[in-house]
């Protein structure tokens, strides 16, 4: 299949990895030098502009960092909504927000083009293996066309509508939960010790017991650990997750009061200057609250 594919950060650069090993025609674009490096090395061809990535190509995959980076893909000089033909796929696999999507669908839809959102479960490390939960939305057809993609870049297929939303939303929620399970082991953590249990002894009673989940176990070791170099999402990520979470909860007339938990203590993390740390520094902050740490 011939797929351009724009936005290697670290994710991407997993994915496209995935989908040149298996034998895809791929033409890449991202304006950060040196980030196609490697995936021409192997065969890929870089071009310079969204447009051109979308050249006589099946689909085109986003996986950018922002909703204003996604409108500037879509609508900026050299754009992809100026260059997509009617029978091209604009899949956009970054975390994004509920608005932006909506309103990237309507931009798609109005210049005659089709788009689905498919947003990943996963951190980095495991989009190079295969190894990522994938949430497609979208046209079923158009699902349907991609699926040869779907099937190489992920092990599971959580197919949730017709609307790029609902995958906007499946994402959201996840990342809401991911972090309010963060921030609850980070006061756990915080209360054992103050009563001089070793947290290792506790993670070990959580593993064993009600909560024995790969994001328990990672996190959970990296708190406990105080290993805060990321190989997933860092601080700024989160807090931006957490933003987008705040902003559908508000489009939908609703609280999310846990959420602002665990968004304060990333915007703390922040402000000293940890916004490159993983996001798990959230329990970093439980622990400074909690007179452990200074």
Known sequence: MKVGFIGLGRMGQGIAGRLLSAGHDLLLNDPTPGQTDTLVEQGAVAVDSPAAVSDARDVVISMLPSDPVLDAVMSGNNGLLDAMSPDCIHMAMGTHGILAINSANNAHQDAGQ????????????????????????????????VRPLLDVMGVRNIEVGNHPQ???????????????????MGEAFSLVEKYGVEPEQFLDVLLKGLFGAPAYE??????????WVTSGATAVIGLKDADLALEAAAAAGMPLPSTHVWRDYLARAIERGEGHLDWAVMAREQARASGLEE
């Open 166 to 184: 609902a995958s906007t939303a499946v994402k959201i929620a996840n990342n809401i939960v991911l972090g309010c399970a963060i921030e609850t």
């Open 114 to 145: 089709t788009f689905i959102a498919c947003p990943v479960l996963g951190r980095p490390d495991l989009a190079a293996d295969g190894l990522l939960n994938l949430v497609p939305a979208g046209p079923a057809d158009a699902v349907e066309k």
């Open 218 to 227: 990672v996190y959970g070791q990296m708190i406990i650990s105080k290993s």
